[in-house]
């Protein structure tokens, strides 16, 4: 399930009330009072926030409303059926067809940035090393959203698109390294990567297969700096690579975090000639860019709020949309539905 922002863990109650027995204990000074009250205020957020045991993108009861209205400006929502997704994805193994409790199809949101179309998602930005294994720093504006929740694919009817989840991870990406090891790669996890923290996600359960030139990849020597178009494999040469490269895909929980292992940190260093620091991430309410500090990373985290169950307005909805064509037989189906037989009333 995921967590709200009035649940407050006991750790950080705990902690809260340690502070206070010391500022209780503390002399009376003033200085040691408002050196005390800082630290209360600089309580890792984190804390408060343990992983979710589970994500389904398909059974959601929380609002998005936040990403709603912050991606609106930069892309278009588009509503869709579980059965678009399935025909998108058609590759892999996925869940069972979405039904509500009233055995009517269900609806999705999904979001479309407004990009050039060469574009490809972590393709702008470079690799952070935390204590929640890499993390991904965008220079999207958008990206805070985009690639610490959801999962992106990339449609044949749209192109690249987001579908929002409630799970952070500093990345939701598989990873590859190539068999002569001068080359590693990433690609978004789909919506067919379903999140369980007892098993996490690696290559054994999670056999989606994306398109060849849906994949990043780079020389080693590269991975370091900022991943720009220029370091980036060109199309023409990315089946080779896939064809010729191991799957490292590991996304777990360690110490209460989702860790995205990836790349073997010091293997890197070696091949990068740089060192990393493996930076803590800090958080905060709210949303927008990460803050890159020398020893660590601040980011903000979203506070989702529950939905009442079996009322999807509950959860929220852009303000607007397009829909896709099933969405629209569905709404003239239902509409039909209501209309009286021919010769009733009158």
């Known amino acids: ?38 630290k209360i205020k600089q309580l890792d957020i984190s804390l408060d926030q343990p992983v979710d045991a589970e994500e389904d993108l398909y059974m959601n009861t929380v609002s998005f409303q936040s990403f709603y209205d912050v991606l609106s400006p930069m892309g278009e929502w588009i509503q869709i059926t579980k059965e678009d997704i399935d025909e998108d994805l058609s590759d892999g193994e996925g869940e069972s067809f979405a039904m509500n409790r009233n055995g009517d199809e269900e609806l999705f949101f999904i979001w479309k940035p407004k990009v050039e179309g060469n574009w490809k998602p972590y393709s702008n930005g470079r690799w952070e090393y935390t204590d929640h ?17 959801g999962r992106w694919w990339n449609s044949p009817k749209y192109g690249w698109v987001w579908m929002p989840g409630y799970t952070w991870a500093p990345a939701w990406v598989k990873w590859k390294v190539s068999n002569d090891d001068k080359y590693v790669g990433w690609v978004p996890l789909s919506p067919k990567a379903k999140w369980k923290s007892e098993s996490g996600i690696n290559d054994k359960n999670y056999r989606y297969k994306n398109k ?35 799957d490292i895909t590991d996304i777990s929980v360690d110490n209460d975090k989702i860790i995205n ?5 010091q293997r890197m260093e070696e091949k990068c000639g740089k060192k990393f620091r493996n930076k803590k991430m800090k958080f905060k309410e709210g949303n927008g860019k990460a803050l890159i500090g020398d020893e660590d990373i601040t980011i ?25 064509d099933r969405v629209k037989k569905i709404i003239k189906r239902n509409r039909d539905r209501k209309r009286p037989p021919p010769g009733r009333n009158r």
């Open 1 to 38: 399930m995921p967590v709200f922002a009035e649940k407050i863990s006991i750790r950080v109650v705990c902690r809260f009330c340690l502070l206070m027995l010391m500022a209780a204990a503390a002399p009376a000074a003033s200085q040691d009072q408002d050196s005390l009250l800082e």
């Open 300 to 324: 903000g985290r979203e506070q989702f709020r529950k939905g009442n169950q079996g009322n999807k307005e509950s959860v929220g909805k852009p303000k607007s949309f397009k829909k896709s």
């Open 133 to 149: 294994g890499w993390f991904w720093v965008s220079t999207d504006s958008w990206g805070n959203s985009t690639y610490n929740y």
């Open 212 to 246: 060849d030139a849906d994949w990043v990849f780079v020389e080693n020597s590269t991975f370091a700096g900022e991943i720009a178009s220029s370091k980036i494999v060109p199309d023409k040469e990315i089946s080779t690579l896939v064809k010729n490269s191991a």
């Open 261 to 265: 292992k990836g790349p073997d940190v």
